[in-house]
């Protein structure tokens, strides 16, 4: 089934963007209540076989999800992605940088600028994300840590959670 979905991650060091184009096998509504849900994204926002555990989230404009991405052996990866506006079921734009367990930005790794639209696409969903780095530099220092093949994860795990939730 995932193969048949449409997955286009491009890269343009011109603008600083990466663009990741994902057709997701469920309606909207599913899928938008996925990314802005922390009991759901901590289900599904990491790549094998890392796990995520939200320690806090409040999905408003000037809110803010601090989360972290854990290996089997127990490290944790912290990250926060602020929210800046917010258009319900449509969009969404988000301030995202890795920072430490209580939150504080690590200013040595790339901060960027999301905005992610859903759209329908007949009975599935379009989810187009763009990412927004400061210079092609730092475009570069995250397809180097894998950014492709991670999200290229993450979001096969998403279509594993949709099967179990519209099941």
Request: aromatic share 10%.
């Amino acid at each position: 089934m995932a193969a048949k979905l449409q997955f286009d991650f491009a890269i343009n060091k011109e603008t600083s963007t990466l663009t990741v184009t994902r057709e997701f096998a469920g309606p909207r509504q599913l899928v938008w209540d996925c990314h802005t849900q922390s009991a759901l994204l901590d289900r599904w926002f990491a790549p094998k076989p890392l796990s995520t555990k939200t320690k806090h989230m409040e999905f408003k404009e000037g809110g803010y999800w601090h989360y972290a991405m854990i290996t089997p052996d127990g490290q944790a990866y912290w990250s926060r992605l602020d929210y800046l506006a917010i258009r319900p079921i449509d969009s969404y734009a988000t301030l995202d940088g890795f920072t430490d367990e209580t939150g504080v930005i690590n200013a040595d790794m790339p901060r960027s600028r999301w905005e992610v639209t859903f759209a329908d696409l007949k009975e599935h969903t379009l989810v187009t994300t763009v990412v927004q780095y400061n210079s092609p530099e730092d475009v570069q220092k995250v397809i180097d840590m894998g950014m492709k093949e991670g999200m290229t994860s993450t979001l096969e795990r998403l279509d594993e959670l949709l099967l179990t939730l519209r099941a």
